[in-house]
């Protein structure tokens, strides 16, 4: 159970969170960040960048940078509108474009306000530490993914499902159900799309939101099939349990139902044992994202989290996870049978002759010590000594 995970996406924030990097380092063995533009220039901006390039050089966290943004690009025709996948990478400006990988990233940060010498620094460092793959070539699958992309919407079958499941994730969206009707018309300029989907509807909840949500437009809901296709190769090649945004889960879901049960099991566990062993506290994620503890004291708590994440990786999933807590809380130790009873009778008994000033205090403290290491390490005294401290702000 919790061997690996890849994260391209948070299920709710579009970009990677810091506190969604957190939760996985500390459940999961392994785990693989996918970065993109977007993710970069935020770590940069919050001055978290140095230590996720430092996790990555220690080996404790995965990443791969993807330098092309997915998008679907669309040209007016008239009253009509033609749509078609792509991937598109950042190269600078006209009288300033980057020679390599090192330099678009360079100009890119400069771009949106980083300091020149930073942006020069921090780039270099992070293409030295990260690898690159790209989303059109063959890396995840033949021929590129924006052309899979078109292979889906290709089908007249396959296109209606994966709307209606976009439509049915996306806030503000609803269930067309066998009413909905989509047809597209196929031509050198993209797709012409065709549906009775009520947008005007739709964008009316998105607007009474708070915060308000940007109007779905067919474009975007069109997009979806794109970057769920981008999800779907990357699950696929990198293996192990994968998360990405609802909408996406949505499409990849009517895809291939089996793809996510995986990962919805540890999921669920995760929420499980929050809800029951930390019932009193905020998760993970948003002490985090919220700005209530900082990612650096997070990396001082995951360096005393080695034997819970030993823990974790043993347990089983053909048992909900906070069952084999409570066991693993309950269960006899070499510690209970009789003759280290008696060894512990008489280090208590010893400790008190020897500061019988000290009397029944220093006894009763020394026996409690040598019952903690001769009954070894549980669950719990990471729990309760360091997790919950660290999310009510109490260490």
């Known amino acids: 159970m919790f061997e690996s995970i890849v994260l391209r996406n948070s299920e709710d924030a579009g ?3 810091l506190g969604a990097i957190a939760e996985a380092l500390l459940f999961y ?8 533009h977007g993710t970069l220039v935020k770590f940069t901006r919050d001055g978290s960048l140095g230590d996720i390039l430092a996790l990555i050089r220690e080996r404790r966290l995965q990443a791969v940078h993807c330098e092309e943004t997915l998008g679907t690009i669309t040209n007016s025709h008239g009253v009509s509108q033609a749509h078609d996948f792509g991937a598109m990478t950042m190269i ?18 400069r771009t949106n306000g980083i300091d020149p010498r930073k942006a020069k620094a921090q780039a270099q460092a992070f293409v030295d530490a990260v690898p690159v793959k790209s989303f059109e070539k063959d890396d995840y699958v033949k021929g ?18 994966l709307l209606r499941a976009g439509l049915a994730a996306v806030p503000g969206g609803y269930d067309a159900g066998d ?10 300029l993209g797709y012409f799309l065709f549906t009775n989907i009520d947008f005007a509807a739709v964008n009316e909840r998105r607007a009474g939101m708070r915060p308000a949500i940007e109007p779905l437009t067919r474009a975007a809901l069109f997009n979806l099939i794109l970057e769920s296709r981008a999800d779907m190769h990357l699950a696929a090649f990198y293996g192990g349990d994968f998360i990405t945004t609802t909408a996406n889960s949505a499409l990849i879901r009517w895809r291939q139902a089996h793809l ?6 540890n999921r669920e566990a995760r929420e499980q044992y929050s809800e029951l062993v930390l019932a009193d506290s905020p998760s993970i994620q948003d002490v985090i994202d919220s700005g209530e503890r900082s990612f650096s004291e997070f990396l001082e708590l995951l360096d005393k989290a080695q034997k819970f994440k030993t823990w974790l990786a043993k347990a089983t999933p053909d048992q909900k996870l906070v069952s084999q807590y409570i066991e693993a809380l309950k269960a006899d130790t070499w510690a ?12 208590s008994l010893g400790t008190g002759c020897a500061d019988p000033t000290g009397g029944m205090v220093s006894g009763a403290a020394d026996a409690f010590l040598l019952d903690r290491f001769l009954k070894g390490w549980r669950p719990n005294h ?10 009510k702000g109490e260490s």
């Open 144 to 161: 590129g993914i924006p052309n899979a992309a078109r292979m889906d919407a290709k089908d007249r079958t396959t296109l209606k499902g």
């Open 15 to 17: 970009n990677i969170t």
């Open 336 to 347: 209970d049978k009789a003759p280290v009873k008696a060894l512990r009778y008489f280090f």
């Open 179 to 188: 009413r909905l009707e989509v047809d597209y018309v196929l031509s050198d």
């Open 92 to 109: 600078g400006h006209e009288d300033d474009r980057g020679k390599n990988r090192a330099e678009r990233i360079e100009i890119s940060l």
């Open 382 to 391: 990471f729990v309760d000594d360091r997790l919950k401290p660290f999310l």
């Open 29 to 36: 063995q392994n785990t693989r960040i996918v970065v993109g």
């Open 260 to 265: 996510f049960e995986r990962a919805d099991r």
